[in-house]
Nanobody
Framework: QVHVVESGGGLVQAGDSLRLSCAAS????????MAWFRQAPGKEREFVAA????????LYGDSVKGRFTISRDNAKKTVYLQMTFLQPEDTAVYYC?????????????????WGQGTQVTVSS
């Protein structure tokens, strides 16, 4: 069984940067693919970025491409989301997801493990 815990959210101003962390524990095989999603009030959970265990594939959502960077430290079982040029529309609860295998799904429905989420608020 895999558990993930997010940290690093907060209140920032437009144009600022922020780094989120997601620490995984438990069965490593269950977190071979890790991702960040976000959910704003009244909206569906949106794919942000994902990466495979060996880092050979990373994918980004269109709305964050070029501004956000996902990375992972396998020794620490931690994945990071570096967010730059934040905008008010980036305001959401950011969730870390984990799944076994090697396929990266953009739909939240295919991710069996979630953290509790961390709030990111960007003021204009």
């Amino acid at each position: 069984q895999v558990h993930v815990v997010e940290s690093g959210g907060g209140l920032v101003q437009a144009g600022d940067s922020l780094r989120l962390s997601c620490a995984a524990s438990g069965d490593t095989a269950g977190s071979s693919v890790m991702a960040w999603f976000r959910q704003a009030p009244g909206k569906e959970r949106e794919f942000v970025a994902a990466t495979r265990l060996n880092g050979d594939l990373t994918l980004y959502g269109d709305s964050v491409k070029g501004r956000f960077t996902i990375s992972r430290d396998n020794a620490k079982k931690t994945v990071y989301l570096q967010m730059t040029f934040l905008q008010p529309e980036d305001t959401a609860v950011y969730y870390c997801g984990a799944r076994p295998g090697s396929v990266i799904y953009r739909s939240a429905d295919w991710w069996p493990t979630w953290g509790q989420g961390t709030q990111v608020t960007v003021s204009s």
